[in-house]
């Protein structure tokens, strides 16, 4: 399963209490109370893996460990331990408590969710001159408390869209080492697909159907990965029996989800042309004239066609290595 948006309460560890006690030996009479140990803070670190947040599925919330009890002797109480959870880069915190947004987006960025208490002083930190046998101690404070959600946006330079069953999935296994589910029906991919094709990353983005965005299908639910992509590659299957529509469709679900993809770039790709004759494939390509822009016809088993989308692709690795 995978799990893209998920709320979760996380409670940093409280401070230890400091400690009242005196040295008995003597000629060195005085406080020797110590100070409490520092609440366990937690972290959130930034990983590949797009299923990480699956961990958050059933554990909703996160406890960290307390300070120990400051010692005698000026003894310290140990600090409780951190914890530190894995989380996809591209995965944006929303802290539903003070409402500030921040996001993970780099592998092995660190963090900090929720900190932990201040340990209390000792009574050794209170002796003065005037009181040189202080009773006084703090408490350990609490450690931060708050609600979360965590809402997974893929950073991806290329997102593939297109009605279900284009063969978006395809093309991503044929380029990449991406394994990703294929089949001649629809909704074969539940779930986005990444795939790395030298410098750029890949993202088949599934359940785009007219209504989407008004929750039909799988609704909006991966919509929001696209908004981080630069380039959009359109897939639409040679088979249907009106592309033109089939295009409109799903340009216009992007527009009701956020009109500024549209002003995303575009590469439109008439798939699957292994499948009609090559009078088919050009009647295909007229019903597409309208739209005034280059449609290149690809299958995924024609390795002349497979070069023009990965000559494509060499000229974003160019654009991306100038930026």
Request: net charge positive; glycine share 12%; charged share 25%.
């Given at each position: 399963m995978f799990i893209d948006d998920v709320k979760i309460k996380v409670k940093a560890g409280r401070g230890g209490d400091g400690n009242v006690a005196f040295n008995n030996a003597k000629m060195s009479l005085g406080p020797t109370g110590g100070r409490g140990?520092?609440?366990?803070?937690?972290?959130?670190e930034g990983v590949a893996d797009l299923g990480a947040l699956i961990q958050f599925r059933y554990k909703k919330e996160l406890v960290g460990e307390n300070g120990e009890k400051g010692g005698k002797q000026m003894k310290d109480g140990a600090n409780g331990e951190d914890l530190i959870f894995k989380a996809p880069v591209?995965?944006?915190?929303?802290?539903?408590?003070?409402?500030e947004i921040t996001e993970i987006t780099a592998i092995g960025q660190q963090l900090l969710?929720?900190?932990?208490?201040?340990?209390?002083?000792?009574?050794?930190?209170?002796?003065?001159?005037?009181?040189?046998?202080?009773?006084?101690?703090?408490?350990?404070?609490?450690?931060?408390?708050?609600?979360?959600?965590?809402?997974?946006?893929?950073?991806?330079?290329?997102?593939?869209?297109?009605?279900?069953?284009?063969?978006?999935?395809?093309?991503?296994?044929v380029l990449t080492n991406a394994k990703s589910k294929v089949a001649n029906y629809a909704f074969t991919t539940l779930e986005p697909n990444l795939g790395v094709y030298f410098e750029l990353i890949l993202a088949d983005i599934p359940?785009?159907?007219?209504?989407?965005?008004?929750?039909?299908?799988?609704g909006i639910k991966f919509l929001r990965h696209i908004e981080r992509t630069k380039t959009l590659f359109h897939f639409i299957s040679a088979e249907s029996q009106d592309p033109l529509k089939d295009y409109k469709i799903i340009?216009?679900?992007?527009?009701?989800?956020?009109?500024?993809?549209?002003?995303?770039?575009?590469?439109?790709?008439?798939?699957?042309?292994?499948?009609?004759?090559?009078?088919e494939v050009a009647k295909k390509l007229k019903q597409l004239k309208p739209l005034n822009k280059q449609i290149i016809p690809i299958s995924v088993i024609?390795?002349?066609?497979?070069?023009?989308?990965?000559?494509?692709?060499?000229?974003?690795?160019?654009?991306?290595?100038?930026?």
């Open positions: 140990g520092n609440g366990g803070s937690i972290y959130f591209g995965t944006i915190v929303h802290n539903l408590t003070t409402n969710v929720a900190k932990g208490g201040r340990g209390g002083k000792g009574n050794f930190m209170f002796r003065s001159s005037r009181n040189t046998s202080p009773t006084k101690f703090q408490y350990g404070l609490a450690g931060t408390e708050c609600e979360l959600r965590l809402e997974l946006k893929l950073i991806a330079d290329v997102g593939f869209v297109g009605l279900p069953n284009v063969g978006k999935s395809s093309l991503l296994n359940g785009l159907i007219e209504g989407a965005s008004e929750g039909k299908g799988l340009r216009n679900e992007l527009c009701a989800f956020n009109p500024e993809l549209l002003e995303r770039a575009e590469y439109i790709f008439l798939s699957k042309i292994d499948l009609l004759s090559k009078e024609d390795d002349i066609s497979l070069e023009k989308v990965k000559e494509i692709l060499r000229e974003l690795i160019k654009q991306k290595t100038i930026q």
